[in-house]
C-alpha cells in the first residue's frame, strides 16, 4: 500500500521558512511527476508546485518567487522550500501525484502568524 508521509510543518512568524518533506514509495516516485497541495482554513484544497520527473517545475502564482519544489528520487523524497511566509500560507500541506493518484497523507501543518 503507498504511504505518503509529510513533515516538518510548524508554527512561523510572518518572513519565516520553513522546510517540507514527503516520502513515499519507490513506485510512486519512479514514474509520476510529484506536488505539493494545501488546504487553508475554510478553503478548497489547491495546487501549490509540481515537479517532473526531468525535474521542470511549476508554481501557483500565490507562491512564485517564493517556494521551491525539489525531489531526491534516490530517497523518494519531495520537499518544498518557503520562503517569505505570509498569513494566508497557512494550511495543512500535502503532497501526492499530479494529477492525484493516491491516498492523501495527514499532511502537515504550517502556520505563519506573528
Known amino acids: 500500500q503507498v504511504q505518503l508521509v509529510e513533515s516538518g510543518g510548524g508554527l512561523v512568524q510572518p518572513g519565516g521558512s520553513l522546510r517540507l518533506s514527503c516520502a513515499a514509495s519507490g513506485r510512486v516516485f519512479r514514474f509520476n511527476t510529484m506536488a505539493w497541495y494545501r488546504q487553508g482554513p475554510g478553503k478548497e484544497r489547491e495546487l501549490v508546485a509540481t515537479i517532473t520527473l526531468g525535474r521542470n517545475t511549476n508554481y501557483a502564482d500565490s507562491v512564485k518567487g517564493r517556494f521551491t519544489i525539489s525531489r531526491d528520487d534516490t530517497k523518494n523524497t519531495v520537499y518544498l522550500q518557503m520562503n517569505g511566509l505570509k498569513p494566508e500560507d497557512t494550511a495543512l500541506y500535502y503532497c501526492?501525484?499530479?494529477?492525484?493518484?493516491?491516498?492523501w497523507g495527514q499532511g502537515t501543518q504550517v502556520t505563519v502568524s506573528s
Open positions: 501526492n501525484t499530479q494529477p492525484v493518484a493516491y491516498h
